[in-house]
Structures are given as structure tokens and as C-alpha cells.
């Protein structure tokens, strides 16, 4: 399998509101039953049919039909780990500190040279 293609496949279905399995069939020009195979992963789609996949939704983000590298729509923000967002609060914390650690110091000068 393709790192589960199929089930990127099904999320594009489930996510572009296509009416039914069967629809979504003959959009790429298969059966109902093959789409299904394609949404459990029993086969993946063809080389054809992931193409075909990237004219009919233009928007969808090719790095996550094929690698499942988000974000899912190219417009779409990439969503941070935990660990992502963590990291930059902290980073954005500890510029504020070292903004404040500064005017503290400024301060600490001019009651020196008050004294």
C-alpha cells in the first residue's frame, strides 16, 4: 500500500461532499465498488486516477494525497505539533522576558547615575 493513498482518498470524498461512493466512482470513471476498495485500502488507486484526482480538486495538497504531509488544502494553514506550538510560545515568552530584562537594566543605570 501506499502509505493508505485510499484512505486520503476517502477523506477527500468525505471532505468535498461528493453525494455517493458511486459518484465519486464515476468522477474517476470506476465503479462504486473499486471507490470502496480504494476507501478500505483493499487496493490503491492508479496512477491515472491520482492525476485525475489533482484536476478535479486542484486545491487539495499533493504532498498529502501522496505522503500524508499536511496541510490538506494548499490554502490551509500546516498545523503545528504540540510540541511546534510549545516551542514558539516559549520563544515568543522569552523575547518578552529579554524586552523586560533590558528596560530593568536601563533602569538599574539611571538610579546609578542618580546615586
Known amino acids: 500500500m501506499r502509505n493508505g493513498i485510499g484512505?486520503?482518498?476517502l477523506g477527500i470524498y468525505e471532505l468535498k461532499g461528493v453525494k455517493s461512493k458511486t459518484e465519486f466512482g464515476r468522477m474517476f470513471g470506476v465503479s462504486k465498488s473499486t471507490a470502496e476498495h480504494w476507501f478500505s485500502s483493499q487496493i490503491e488507486p492508479s496512477p491515472k486516477n491520482i492525476i485525475k484526482m489533482f484536476t478535479l480538486f486542484p486545491d487539495i495538497n499533493k504532498n498529502w494525497l501522496l505522503f500524508g504531509e499536511e496541510p490538506i488544502l494548499l490554502n490551509q494553514p500546516k498545523k503545528?505539533?504540540?510540541?511546534e506550538t510549545k516551542l514558539e510560545m516559549l520563544e515568543r515568552e522569552n523575547e518578552i522576558l529579554r524586552k523586560h530584562i533590558k528596560a530593568l537594566e536601563n533602569i538599574i543605570v539611571l538610579l546609578k547615575e542618580k546615586h
Do not use: D, E, I
Not at 80 to 83: F, R, W
Open 7 to 9: 484512505k486520503r482518498f
Open 80 to 83: 503545528l505539533s504540540t510540541a
